[in-house]
């Protein structure tokens, strides 16, 4: 076939709705497309063709490149399987002969044998990770790199789904007879096909990771489901016995079961510790008491070192705050209001949030837990209290070390230790634990400030002044030095002069840039949301991709429904958290900034000072009445916040500068009455604007609800006046109440005798603080040795922060 040739040729797929544009095949110079080589270049199994998968605005490469193709990257479905492994990959990318060695390397990992389908596409199983997020693939071809990539986001396992069931008496000291049960029909369903049930154990030294297959529970198991075993028949050999504290349930299907259709090489349990496994030689080695010593020896070893605590976020005070400061703080699966979790690690409490960032040094995490009472639960008051983490749960960056493996690393540090202390000992030397794990005081907790957008060009501000009325275009929302959010407003009804919010951009100092606009009505996919990264479209709709840590922040779809795209929230390394939400065509916002960025932050939705009451800050710094007309203000201030075109992040730029929306109320439409509008709206401005800007009664609805949750949120994020823990440990008290004017009497001791002091006040102090009155001298003599001098110790050095921290604040507020 001749074709010409011209640069302004182009071969490929316009995704359409601005979804990108992708080449049917690129060489070395994009610009220099010789057409008449088509038919010669291997675009799949057959030389001239090209394969893709279009679905709605995401075009996916079906076929392979070509190898003398000098970009591109490796095409791989499942995107986002659980550190935990087992999930078997496909991968394209490259056109292979069968005669090719292929391997897949995960991260870190040694590289893994492909299962050769096609010349264009091979299988990998997932190996067991030590890290989360984003883990680069590569393909291996005879052992050399092929150069092509990719990036996998490996998700939490808690966030995937579960295909091995544990009985509860699996975490038990000891059993009689365990039963475990998979969903055979993800590994196989070809008839007869068999399994190796293994045990697999974790452990961690001081510079090492080490996975290691403890036992075979079952070899050669038909792959029916279910394998019964006697753990008497299954106990742990030599050095084993003291090194492993936890392991997993691996199922592994027979490789010669492996077909084409098979979605997992293995399938794998959660965690769980093994009493059962390490009994005998624990009971030989320490006697049937042999939990309280290795609680002992733990507790002794733990507490050489308690450094790691000094950098943890301080708890919320209340559900309330928790729940709102959404940037650093976000839902422990495991006990969630939101999940209908059970709460097995901390009974009675109705919710747990954990601090969303560990810290940076030791990769350490706070947890914090809630009663019915709204009131956070301390460690020192009950068993079930609120328990900071040695190794936070959800990992830390950089993964692939001690301490830092998701899930793991948190349960040999924080888990097991729990069980041997409290749970297999049912609570009798749960101190130990809680003395260790002591809940971070609440009452140095900074709440941070939120602003809200919504319907017609609503903005209410970090300040709480109210902005209305935002031209047509891109305009900054929020600007610091280093976080940048804007906003882009158009009409949504051509016949008014009146924007809505349909679309943002965010990016921090050194993260991905993520825009998140409303999908267009007449699109092919039922998503009322798009998102893009680094302008590729992503997806969060199943529940390994609903969280997504990305490249300096993290995306999560707030939906618990798997169907659902129409609900995020973003999550900036600044702790700054987003939420972005669509209703009737109109986004809904709202921005949580946290304390650090107060005073530097600047854009439409204000600069969050106490020094600038009432004033609007200009992008040149000047400050200007916030009490002037409005249309003085959209021109002064308002306008002054459009986004330039070298500044815009947005995808395609778009501003009309001409445009100018109506301050004035609306006449009511000829459907609508004034009677219907105040029975609805009451004394909303901005629900009566809308009322009668749209003529929709939804609309109106969601921009009441909205104000109302700004309103509520704001009085959540208020510093709570508390004395903090009464700290008498052992104590049993006739309340947890440590709000100021609160009185609690100290009852009794859980162990041990009373002294001192028993009943104390919370009560106001000169200087505007808080503290107990009389000065708190209660104390229970301990019963269990060393207790009670390490608890004087840490009730020093509290009174020591608290002072100090009282002192800052002082300074700080004058």
């Given at each position: 076939?001749?074709?010409?040739?011209?640069?302004?040729?182009?071969?490929?797929?316009?995704?359409?709705?601005?979804?990108?544009?992708?080449?049917?095949?690129?060489?070395?110079?994009?610009?220099?497309?010789?057409?008449?080589?088509?038919?010669?270049?291997a675009?799949?199994?057959?030389?001239?063709?090209?394969?893709?998968?279009?679905?709605?605005?995401?075009?996916?490469?079906?076929?392979?490149?070509?190898?003398?193709?000098?970009?591109?990257?490796?095409e791989?479905?499942?995107?986002?399987?659980?550190?935990?492994?087992?999930?078997?990959?496909?991968?394209?990318?490259?056109?292979?002969?069968?005669?090719?060695?292929?391997?897949?390397?995960?991260?870190?990992?040694?590289?893994?044998?492909?299962?050769?389908?096609?010349?264009?596409?091979?299988?990998?199983?997932?190996?067991m990770?030590?890290?989360?997020?984003?883990?680069?693939?590569?393909?291996?071809?005879?052992?050399?790199?092929?150069?092509?990539?990719?990036?996998?986001?490996?998700?939490?396992?808690?966030?995937?789904?579960?295909?091995?069931?544990?009985?509860?008496?699996?975490?038990?000291?000891?059993?009689?007879?365990?039963?475990?049960?998979?969903?055979?029909?993800?590994?196989?369903?070809?008839?007869?096909?068999?399994?190796?049930?293994?045990?697999?154990?974790?452990?961690?030294?001081?510079?090492?990771?080490?996975?290691?297959?403890?036992?075979i529970?079952?070899?050669?198991?038909?792959?029916?489901?279910?394998?019964?075993?006697?753990p008497?028949?299954?106990?742990?050999?030599?050095d084993?016995?003291?090194?492993?504290e936890?392991?997993?349930?691996?199922?592994?299907?027979?490789?010669?079961?492996?077909?084409?259709?098979?979605?997992?090489?293995?399938l794998?349990?959660?965690?769980?510790?093994?009493?059962w496994?390490?009994?005998?030689?624990?009971v030989?080695?320490?006697?049937?008491?042999?939990?309280?010593?290795?609680?002992?020896?733990?507790?002794?070893?733990?507490?050489?070192?308690?450094?790691?605590a000094?950098?943890?976020?301080?708890?919320?005070?209340?559900?309330?705050?928790?729940l709102?400061?959404?940037?650093?703080?976000?839902d422990?699966?495991?006990?969630?209001?939101?999940?209908?979790?059970?709460?097995?690690?901390?009974?009675?409490?109705?919710?747990?949030?954990?601090?969303?960032?560990?810290?940076?040094?030791?990769?350490?995490?706070?947890?914090?837990?809630?009663?019915?009472?709204?009131?956070?639960?301390?460690?020192?008051?009950?068993?079930?209290?609120?328990?900071?983490?040695?190794?936070?749960d959800?990992?830390?960056?950089?993964?692939?070390?001690?301490?830092?493996?998701p899930?793991?690393?948190?349960?040999?540090h924080?888990?097991?230790?729990?069980?041997?202390?409290?749970?297999?000992?049912?609570?009798?030397?749960?101190?130990?634990?809680?003395?260790?794990?002591?809940?971070?005081?609440?009452?140095?907790?900074?709440?941070?400030?939120?602003?809200?957008?919504?319907?017609?060009?609503?903005?209410?501000?970090?300040?709480?002044?109210?902005?209305?009325?935002?031209?047509?275009g891109?305009?900054?929302?929020?600007?610091?030095p280093?976080?940048?959010?804007?906003?882009?407003?158009?009409?949504?009804?051509?016949?008014?002069?009146?924007?809505?919010?349909?679309?943002?951009?965010?990016?921090?100092?050194?993260?991905?840039?993520i825009?998140?606009?409303?999908?267009?009505?007449?699109?092919?996919?039922?998503?009322?949301?798009?998102?893009?990264?680094?302008?590729?479209?992503?997806?969060?709709?199943t529940?390994s991709?609903?969280?997504?840590?990305?490249?300096?922040l993290?995306?999560i779809?707030?939906?618990?429904?798997?169907?659902?795209?129409?609900?995020?929230?973003?999550?900036l390394n600044?702790?700054?958290?987003?939420r972005?939400?669509v209703?009737?065509?109109?986004?809904?916002?709202?921005v949580?900034?946290?304390?650090?960025?107060?005073?530097?932050?600047?854009?439409?939705?204000?600069?969050?000072?106490?020094?600038?009451?009432?004033?609007?800050?200009?992008?040149?710094?000047?400050?200007?009445?916030?009490?002037?007309?409005?249309?003085?203000?959209?021109?002064?201030?308002?306008?002054?916040?459009?986004?330039?075109?070298?500044?815009?992040?947005?995808?395609?730029s778009m501003?009309?500068?001409?445009?100018?929306?109506?301050?004035?109320?609306?006449?009511?439409?000829?459907?609508?009455?004034?009677?219907?509008v105040?029975?609805?709206?009451?004394?909303?401005?901005?629900?009566q604007?809308?009322?009668?800007?749209?003529?929709?009664?939804?609309?109106?609805?969601?921009?009441?609800?909205a104000?109302?949750?700004?309103?509520?949120?704001?009085?959540?994020?208020?510093?709570?006046?508390?004395?903090?823990?009464?700290?008498?440990?052992?104590?049993?008290?006739?309340?947890?109440?440590?709000?100021?004017?609160?009185?609690?009497?100290?009852t009794?001791?859980?162990?041990?005798?009373?002294?001192?002091?028993?009943?104390?006040?919370?009560l106001?102090?000169?200087?505007?603080?808080?503290?107990?009155?009389?000065?708190?001298?209660?104390?229970?003599?301990?019963s269990i040795?060393?207790?009670?001098?390490?608890?004087?110790?840490?009730?020093?050095?509290?009174?020591?922060?608290?002072?100090l921290?009282?002192?800052?604040?002082?300074f700080?507020?004058?």
């Open positions: 076939m001749d074709l010409p040739s011209s640069p302004y040729h182009q071969a490929g797929f316009n995704g359409g709705l601005n979804g990108g544009w992708t080449d049917v095949y690129c060489g070395s110079d994009c610009s220099q497309i010789n057409f008449a080589e088509f038919p010669s270049l675009g799949s199994d057959v030389k001239g063709r090209f394969m893709y998968k279009v679905t709605n605005e995401i075009i996916v490469r079906g076929g392979c490149l070509p190898s003398q193709s000098s970009t591109g990257k490796l791989v479905y499942p995107h986002a399987p659980s550190s935990f492994g087992g999930e078997i990959i496909d991968i394209s990318g490259l056109c292979i002969a069968n005669t090719t060695r292929v391997q897949c390397k995960f991260g870190i990992n040694d590289p893994v044998d492909a299962v050769y389908t096609s010349t264009m596409l091979y299988r990998c199983v997932t190996p990770l030590s890290a989360k997020g984003l883990v680069p693939l590569e393909v291996l071809l005879d052992g050399a790199s092929s150069g092509l990539s990719t990036y996998l986001n490996v998700a939490h396992p808690s966030r995937t789904k579960r295909y091995v069931y544990l009985p509860d008496d699996m975490s038990d000291r000891d059993a009689k007879t365990l039963t475990v049960r998979w969903e055979s029909k993800f590994l196989s369903e070809v008839e007869n096909s068999t399994v190796d049930v293994k045990l697999i154990g974790y452990r961690e030294t001081s510079d090492q990771i080490i996975w290691k297959t403890l036992d529970l079952g070899e050669d198991v038909p792959n029916n489901g279910e394998l019964i075993f006697n008497s028949e299954h106990r742990c050999k030599g084993d016995c003291n090194l492993f936890i392991a997993q349930i691996q199922i592994q299907l027979d490789e010669e079961y492996v077909i084409e259709n098979s979605q997992y090489g293995f794998i349990s959660y965690v769980t510790p093994i009493g496994y390490v009994v005998d030689h624990m030989a080695e320490y006697g049937k008491d042999w939990s309280q010593v290795k609680c002992v020896d733990w507790y002794k070893a733990d507490k050489q070192d308690m450094s790691w000094e950098n943890l976020l301080d708890c919320p005070c209340t559900l309330n705050q928790a709102t400061d959404f940037g650093r703080w976000q422990d699966p495991g006990c969630s209001i939101f999940k209908g979790s059970i709460c097995k690690y901390h009974i009675g409490a109705i919710h747990c949030a954990r601090a969303f960032k560990p810290t940076e040094a030791d990769g350490s995490g706070n947890q914090c837990c809630y009663g019915r009472d709204g009131n956070v639960r301390y460690a020192a008051d009950s068993y079930q209290g609120s328990t900071p983490d040695r190794s936070h959800w990992g830390a960056e950089p993964y692939n070390k001690p301490n830092r493996v899930s793991l690393s948190h349960w040999k924080d888990v097991v230790t729990f069980y041997y202390c409290c749970l297999w000992v049912e609570y009798k030397y749960c101190d130990y634990y809680m003395e260790q794990r002591a809940t971070r005081d609440c009452k140095n907790y900074k709440p941070p400030k939120t602003a809200a957008i919504f319907g017609e060009s609503h903005l209410l501000r970090f300040d709480g002044i109210s902005l209305n009325g935002v031209g047509e891109d305009f900054w929302l929020v600007k610091t280093n976080m940048k959010i804007q906003g882009r407003f158009n009409r949504v009804k051509e016949n008014l002069n009146s924007t809505a919010l349909i679309g943002i951009t965010v990016k921090d100092k050194s993260s991905s840039k825009e998140v606009r409303i999908s267009k009505p007449f699109s092919a996919n039922s998503r009322k949301l798009t998102v893009l990264v680094d302008d590729d479209i992503k997806t969060f709709d529940k991709t609903k969280w997504q840590d990305l490249r300096g993290t995306i779809n707030s939906e618990t429904r798997e169907d659902r795209h129409d609900n995020f929230t973003i999550i600044s702790d700054v958290g987003i972005v939400g209703k009737q065509d109109r986004l809904v916002v709202f949580v900034l946290p304390q650090s960025l107060k005073n530097i932050s600047s854009g439409l939705l204000g600069s969050w000072s106490d020094n600038e009451k009432n004033k609007l800050k200009q992008p040149d710094g000047s400050l200007l009445s916030s009490s002037l007309l409005p249309t003085e203000i959209y021109t002064s201030f308002t306008s002054q916040w459009i986004v330039s075109e070298a500044d815009n992040l947005f995808q395609y501003t009309d500068s001409s445009f100018e929306p109506i301050f004035e109320l609306p006449p009511l439409p000829s459907d609508v009455t004034e009677e219907s105040k029975a609805l709206c009451g004394d909303s401005d901005v629900c604007f809308d009322y009668r800007a749209t003529a929709s009664e939804d609309v109106a609805t969601t921009s009441l609800h104000e109302d949750w700004y309103h509520q949120i704001q009085s959540y994020q208020i510093p709570v006046d508390a004395c903090g823990l009464l700290d008498v440990p052992r104590g049993k008290k006739s309340s947890f109440n440590y709000n100021i004017n609160s009185s609690i009497t100290i009794g001791c859980k162990s041990g005798l009373l002294s001192g002091t028993t009943h104390y006040t919370c106001p102090t000169s200087d505007g603080s808080v503290e107990w009155k009389p000065k708190v001298d209660a104390k229970c003599t301990s040795p060393g207790v009670e001098s390490m608890a004087s110790k840490n009730q020093e050095c509290i009174g020591k922060i608290t002072i921290t009282i002192f800052i604040l002082i700080i507020n004058e």
